[in-house]
């Protein structure tokens, strides 16, 4: 997530993105005028906002309702805290938006809480999308949720691991995290396990996660600070 203007965010990838975006905006802003220089000197000046080497679906892309509320999440956190949703597996871009909205309404209809519960959710279909997003305390795990971002897979994977490319976006997001200061570089990865009674993220997926260089093996220590809403 590079730079928000007007309410528009925009992800800058690799170099070769990075250029041609560049290309763009100065065709647009001898058009457009003055907000897409200011964009576009923006950029420049934070070597292009820290590159993320994953594509991330909006909210507004998928077509996520407003939240009933939200509290502010500061950052970066020192914990990535990682689920599987436990519902429909996803391999292409509209499946995930399907279930992604269908979840989001039992989130908020059947279980009161304020919007989807997670920060960032995962397909395998390769993409990452926004869920509360990095700045807004997730709803994904009773005090954890002020010191975390919570991502999660879409899918059960008690009985095998998510496919690659749902990994590798994974992978991906958590290093453009580290990079946009969302997170500490020496950050602990934590599965929802860890911290709860529960069997998430699915043992297969759970296998994965602690051959991870950031898993911690220690005991997790609850934090002090004041739940927030969910």
Aim: charged share 15%; with cysteine; hydrophobic share 35%.
């Amino acid at each position: 997530m590079c730079a928000e203007i007007h309410g528009v965010q925009y992800l800058i990838f690799g170099l070769q993105t990075q250029i041609l975006v560049i290309q763009h905006f100065m065709q647009i802003a001898q058009c457009q005028g003055r907000m897409f220089v200011i964009f576009l000197f923006l950029c420049i000046q934070t070597a292009l906002c820290a590159a993320c080497n994953v594509t991330i679906i909006s909210r507004d892309d998928w077509g996520a309702r407003a939240p009933n509320d939200h509290d502010h999440l500061h950052t970066p956190v020192t914990v990535a805290l990682i689920h599987h949703t436990d519902r429909d597996h996803c391999t292409t871009k509209a499946a995930c938006i399907q279930e992604l909205q269908d979840m989001q309404n039992f989130h908020m209809n059947n279980q009161s809480h304020s919007d989807i519960m997670y920060n960032f959710m995962i397909g395998e279909d390769g993409n990452v999308y926004e869920g509360r997003g990095w700045n807004t305390v997730g709803g994904h795990m009773p005090y954890w949720n002020i010191v975390s971002l919570g991502i999660a897979v879409m899918g059960n994977f008690q009985r095998g691991p998510p496919n690659s490319a749902a990994l590798g976006a994974l992978q991906g997001l958590l290093a453009c995290l580290v990079e946009n200061h969302k997170l500490t570089p020496d950050y602990k990865l934590y599965g929802h396990r860890d911290v709860g009674h529960t069997n998430c993220p699915g043992n297969s997926f759970y296998d994965v996660i602690k051959t991870w260089s950031h898993y911690d093996t220690g005991k997790p220590v609850l934090p002090t600070k004041t739940p927030t809403r969910s």
